[in-house]
């Protein structure tokens, strides 16, 4: 079993930055990739950002350019750093790892981003 603790979320103004971090514990040798989705009210939840154990990357277009995902390995701790913060960027955020028959999920972090 693998556990994930996302934090780092709260209330930022449009334009601004956070960084969420998502520790994981247990079995974390199983993961090979771990990703942060999000799901804002009324919708479906939506891939962010994923990064492979080797340190290769992968960004939807929403979030290219403004969103940084990395890892720090030798505290199985994931980050996502969100710049240029909009609205439509108010969501859930969920850390994911992914093991080879399992996708492992955090309890979520709220982001809400308004004036």
């Known amino acids: 079993q693998v556990q994930l603790v996302e934090s780092g979320g709260g209330l930022v103004q449009p334009g601004g930055s956070l960084t969420l971090s998502c520790a994981a514990s247990g079995r974390t040798d199983s993961i090979y990739a771990m990703g942060w989705y999000r799901q804002a009210p009324g919708k479906q939840r939506e891939l962010v950002a994923t990064?492979?154990?080797?340190?290769?990357?992968n960004y939807a277009d929403s979030a290219k350019g403004r969103f940084t995902i990395s890892r720090d390995n030798a505290k199985n701790t994931v980050y996502l750093q969100m710049n240029s913060l909009k609205p439509e960027d108010t969501a859930v955020y969920y850390c994911a790892g992914y093991s080879a028959f399992v996708t492992y999920w955090g309890q979520g972090t709220q982001v809400t981003v308004s004036s």
């Open positions: 990064i492979r154990t080797g340190g290769s990357t």
